[in-house]
Structures are given as structure tokens and as C-alpha cells.
């Protein structure tokens, strides 16, 4: 039982991780498209501070894939890592509730 309480602590996570950035990619819209600027400091607090959660999740990617047009894929990539984590552990879920080996 430890196990699945593992992963469904990691799937919170996850998630958590994932309304980040797209709270961030919204806010980042908002900003280009002047709706909002950062110079209310309300604004210009919470961006950084989506900035600072993210980048260490984006900077492994972004040496590796570099911005095509002035886009940054790493959210994107972030994402789909995720998606992909998820399903592993859902797997291993299953896995473990039926009594077979997790890996």
C-alpha cells in the first residue's frame, strides 16, 4: 500500500507541475499580447515566480532543443514528459493492485 501511496503522491505532483505551466503560459500570453504588463508589481512577482519554479525543469531541455522562431518548446516537452510519467505510474498502479511485479 506504501507503493500506491507513492504514486499518488507523484501524480499529485505531477499535476501540480502541470497547472504551473499553464498558469505560466497563460500569464506569458497575457503579457505579450499587453492585457497585462509587469509593471504592476503583483504581476511582475508572480511571473518571476512561475520563472523561477519552471526554469530547472525547462533548463535540461532547452540545451538540447533550441528555440525555433523565437518558440520555446520545453513547456511542451515538460508537458509531454509528464503526461508520459503519468501513465508509467498509473501501470505500475495496476500492477501493484493485481499482485504482479512493479518495476
Known amino acids: 500500500m506504501l507503493t500506491l501511496t ?8 505531477f499535476q501540480v507541475v502541470r497547472w504551473i505551466i499553464l498558469i505560466q503560459f497563460v500569464l506569458s500570453l497575457l503579457i505579450v499580447f499587453n492585457i497585462i504588463n509587469t509593471s504592476s508589481p503583483f504581476i511582475r512577482s508572480l511571473h518571476e515566480g512561475l520563472d523561477r519554479v519552471t526554469e530547472p525543469l525547462y533548463r ?4 538540447f ?6 518558440i ?6 515538460v508537458l509531454l514528459l509528464l503526461v508520459i510519467l503519468n501513465i508509467i505510474l498509473n501501470n505500475v498502479a495496476v500492477s501493484v493492485m493485481s499482485g504482479g511485479a512493479a518495476i
Do not use: E
Open 72 to 77: 520555446d518548446f520545453a513547456p511542451m516537452v
Open 60 to 63: 535540461p531541455i532547452r540545451r
Open 65 to 70: 532543443l533550441p528555440a525555433s522562431s523565437g
Open 6 to 13: 507513492i504514486i499518488q503522491i507523484l501524480q499529485v505532483i
